[in-house]
């Protein structure tokens, strides 16, 4: 990126921006919402420096016609690659969301737009979920909510967590704080990523997730925070289910395509997994006619676990700083690899 103040009354050759009337035309930025009129008050922080186009999918194809760069407050979105053709200007896209499998397509992997994320935003967030479901299966509160509903007083004995093991898929930023998280609670932790690895600072040892089944025989918990890529759609399947004790437990916080959910019914119901912890599904919102709804030991959360309470202002706030620093011709921040799909680890330790 480059500083946008130049001579006036010329065009830079190497930009193609003009600058008419001694007055520097002020970049554009197109800011996709749900609904139109809808962006964040954040954005009020960037009038005068940049021309702001609010719209909702509608409106999209227009609103990034000349627009250097794209905000996608629906993070959810699939709309960029049907106006691709219209992006004539377009140089950055950012998400505010952590995984941007949702945005990329071929053509926006080929092309020079840089795409950020909200990278750090939710990691411990969700950490602390992942925490939390741990520690409600260790210690039975779903089954003693179940069991209050019922007027029924039943002793049980519940699990310790520590000395427990935990195997945490994807070893980004949210993997490794949840790494943390687990281990300050006497969790033994490893980590599952894109290859093999020893002496990793927050996993310790990391397998390679295409040899999933093979390392998790003893696990207690698996937990999959991977973002959505081609190598980790269906990664844990029927094989992956079986090779784990009866007793363990899966959380994800991921992406539900990750899990193979006709595998993961099965599993539920054979007896030959101890119940799961699901926030992300393939399709959302749940169907009311999913069966996961009632599966075995499962508990449902609305693709909730990063969203604590001001997380909407900490993504405006993260999409703002790096404007002001694309704005200023200063290196982005989280920039993707699109062809990985994520933010490459800043330990230097792939995911």
């Known amino acids: 990126m480059r500083p946008w103040c130049i001579r006036t009354g010329i065009v830079d050759n190497q930009t193609g921006r003009s600058y008419l009337g001694g007055v520097t035309r002020r970049p554009v930025?197109?800011?996709?919402?749900?609904?139109?009129?809808?962006?964040?008050?954040?954005?009020?922080e960037?009038?005068?420096?940049?021309?702001?186009?609010?719209?909702?999918?509608?409106?999209?194809?227009?609103?990034?016609?000349?627009?250097?760069?794209?905000f996608l407050w629906d993070f959810f979105s699939t709309a960029v690659s049907r106006v691709w053709e219209h992006c004539d200007a377009l140089e950055w896209i950012h998400v505010a969301a952590a995984g941007v499998d949702t945005l990329l397509f071929d053509e926006l992997r080929a092309s020079d737009v840089t795409v950020t994320n909200a990278r750090g935003v939710f990691d411990r967030p969700i950490a602390e979920y992942v925490l939390g479901a741990v520690l409600a299966?260790?210690?039975?509160?779903?089954?003693?909510?179940?069991?209050?509903?019922?007027?029924?007083?039943?002793h049980r004995e519940s699990r310790s967590v520590r000395g427990a093991r935990a195997m945490v898929v994807g070893t980004g930023g949210i993997g490794r704080e949840v790494a943390r998280l687990l281990r300050?609670?006497?969790?033994?932790?490893?980590?599952?990523?894109?290859?093999?690895?020893?002496?990793?600072p927050d996993f310790g040892e990391v397998v390679a997730s295409a040899?999933?089944?093979?390392?998790?025989?003893?696990?207690?918990y698996l937990v999959n925070a991977a973002p959505l890529t081609d190598a980790t759609r269906g990664l844990i399947d029927r094989e992956v289910l079986a090779a784990l004790p009866r007793t363990a437990?899966?959380?994800?916080?991921?992406?539900g395509a990750t899990v193979v959910e006709e595998d993961l019914l099965a599993a539920l119901r054979a007896g030959e997994l101890d119940g799961a912890t699901l926030?992300?599904?393939?399709?959302?919102?749940?169907?009311?006619?999913?069966?996961?709804?009632?599966?075995?030991?499962?508990?449902v959360t609305p693709h909730m676990s990063g969203d604590v309470v001001g997380w909407r202002d900490t993504l405006a706030e993260q999409f703002v700083a790096n404007a002001r620093r694309w704005l200023a011709g200063e290196p982005l921040q989280n920039v993707v690899d699109k062809e990985r799909g994520y933010v490459p680890s800043s330990s230097g330790a792939p995911r």
Request: proline share 5%.
């Open 46 to 70: 960037l009038e005068g420096e940049v021309e702001l186009r609010v719209t909702d999918e509608a409106g999209l194809a227009d609103a990034v016609r000349g627009a250097q760069a794209l």
């Open 279 to 299: 926030d992300v599904f393939v399709t959302e919102p749940l169907p009311e006619d999913s069966p996961l709804w009632d599966a075995p030991g499962v508990v």
């Open 29 to 44: 930025v197109a800011v996709l919402c749900e609904a139109a009129g809808a962006a964040p008050p954040q954005l009020a």
């Open 249 to 255: 437990h899966l959380v994800n916080v991921g992406r």
């Open 137 to 154: 299966h260790a210690k039975l509160l779903h089954e003693s909510h179940d069991l209050q509903r019922q007027r029924t007083w039943r």
């Open 211 to 220: 040899e999933l089944a093979r390392h998790v025989g003893d696990v207690d």
């Open 184 to 200: 300050a609670v006497g969790i033994e932790v490893t980590g599952a990523g894109s290859r093999a690895r020893s002496g990793d």
